[in-house]
């Protein structure tokens, strides 16, 4: 390989004719004062650019196959995704009252602190049978979780049990860090507005409504249950000696430790709040409630017929133009019901088939061409 070396270089040392070599001197017309530095790169495969190159060449024998295989690939995928995906019953209930005839307008307008809390009644019918676990979902329209500063307010150290982040929070939970005087557990704008409607499901068979038995426990995520979220280190069986010295979050009707009777679904391990302090990113999304297990293989878990659903109106949204909502949803292999993804992929397939017809066509029209130009005598 040729070396040209500049006149800085001349300048720097090497005299005219000499040679560099990788280690550093130069050969040829020195003084021997000292080896000379060089900027010609080691001789390395690497540096001189030897290394083994690929380059796909894309011609007709291998474009067009490409594409009617991720077509073949791709649709059968789809459709089967999108198959499953209808096949997951799902049903869903508007409760939130704006509409005149609705059981609930009379609570449109409550507040936080509504005592008693207005309560209704909305009863439907299944028109299938729910056979698998059923699932139930609270639902939220036009409530942005996402909002920089929303996501921002609250204290992780504090939902970790962190003792001294109890008693001092951090100041992103302002302007609900503290309340008259003394710090608010669990402080922040996200759990102050944690979602507090109580749902209740029954069965009416013959004038007679039969209770559907809700689990509360198993809706959190694992890690979230067991790891981010923590008590204060200390007696365990007593929350309330916990707690002390701190005061509930605004909007709240009871403090942190009064969520639940059960000791190990309480205070920051209650699993309502810790599935509403995972934040959603879309202002429109649904936080499981609760699960509806399937107790007899012989019978599905909610029969088709009528049922009723009981709501302690709790939560306000008529303010921002917000709705709600209670979905009750089986599952399959891939999750929830959800389309996308079905339609998404029979798209792909369908236009690269599509692609790969109208580029055989044109190959077989165009593709034996003699594409030489006529030299003329």
Not at 90 to 104: F, H, L, Q, R
Not at 119 to 140: A, D, K, P, Q
Not at 285 to 293: A, G, Q, S, V, W
């Amino acid at each position: 390989m040729a070396v040209n070396y500049s006149a800085k270089e001349e300048a720097d040392g090497h005299p005219s004719g000499g040679v560099g070599v990788p280690g550093g001197g130069a050969v040829g017309g020195g003084s021997g004062g000292g080896a000379v530095k060089t900027r010609k790169p080691d001789n390395t495969a690497f540096k001189q650019q030897r290394l083994p190159a690929w380059q796909p060449i894309l011609t007709a024998g291998t474009v067009l196959p490409a594409f009617f295989i991720i077509g073949l690939i791709f649709i059968p995928i789809g459709i089967g995704i999108f198959v499953t995906s209808n096949n997951i019953r799902e049903y869903e209930i508007d409760y939130t009252g704006t509409e005149p005839s609705s059981p609930c307008n009379k609570c449109l307008n409550v507040s936080w602190d509504s005592t008693p809390p207005c309560t209704c009644t909305i009863n439907f019918t299944l028109e299938h049978s729910f056979e698998s676990n059923v699932f139930m979902y609270y639902g939220l329209s036009n409530f942005y979780q996402n909002h920089r500063r929303y996501v921002k307010s609250r204290d992780d150290s504090q939902l970790n049990g962190d003792n001294s982040s109890l008693l001092n929070p951090s100041k992103e939970c302002e302007p609900y860090r503290t309340n008259e005087d003394k710090p608010i557990a669990p402080c922040g704008a996200i759990a102050n507005s944690m979602f507090n409607d109580t749902l209740e499901l029954y069965r009416i068979d013959n004038d007679t409504r039969t209770p559907i038995t809700l689990i509360k426990k198993g809706i959190a995520w694992w890690t979230d249950k067991n790891v981010k979220f923590r008590n204060p280190t200390g007696d365990g069986n007593n929350l309330t000696a916990l707690f002390q010295g701190t005061t509930k979050p605004v909007n709240w009707p009871k403090p942190v430790y009064m969520l639940d009777s059960e000791p190990d679904n309480n205070g920051f391990i209650n699993e309502d709040f810790i599935v509403w302090m995972r934040t959603a990113a879309l202002p429109t999304f649904r936080k499981l409630y609760r699960l509806i297990e399937r107790k007899n293989n012989l019978q599905p878990t909610l029969q088709a017929g009528n049922y009723s659903l009981d709501i302690a109106y709790n939560y306000p949204v008529h303010s921002f133009d917000g709705r709600k909502r209670m979905i009750l949803s089986t599952i399959s292999w891939m999750g929830g019901k959800n389309p996308f993804l079905g339609i998404a992929y029979i798209t792909v397939g369908s236009i690269c088939f599509f692609l790969g017809v109208v580029l055989l066509i044109i190959h077989h029209k165009y593709g034996n061409r003699n594409t030489s130009a006529d030299i003329p005598n």
